[in-house]
């Protein structure tokens, strides 16, 4: 057992004499990988709340003229027509 402790110890000591086991030139990785990951987190979030108050309005515009349809309000054509309209301006 004294002679696996000496080769440890021996590994450990430095060029000065001192124990130099610390957290090596890699340390920086885990601070960098939780920043991006928490950079993720926000950015998924922000894109997903954009895309949905993106969407709401569509969809009240659609609610909208499918009732006016629903009441009698406007055309058969004319439903159509302002459909195709709200379609090509959602994309």
């Given at each position: 057992?004294?002679?696996l402790?000496?080769?440890?110890?021996?590994?450990a000591?430095?060029?000065h004499g001192?124990?130099?086991?610390?957290?090596?030139?890699w340390w920086p990785v885990f601070p960098i990988?939780?920043?991006?990951?928490w950079i993720a987190v926000v950015v998924t979030a922000v894109v997903l709340w954009r895309r949905s108050r993106r969407e709401r309005p569509m969809r009240?515009?659609?609610s909208?003229?499918?009732e006016e349809f629903a009441r009698g309000g406007i055309t058969e054509e004319e439903y159509e027509r302002r459909l195709s309209v709200l379609r090509r301006l959602g994309g």
């Open positions: 057992m004294s002679a402790s000496s080769v440890m110890t021996a590994l000591v430095g060029p001192g124990y130099e086991w610390g957290p090596g030139p990988v939780w920043g991006l990951f009240s515009a659609l909208v003229l499918a």
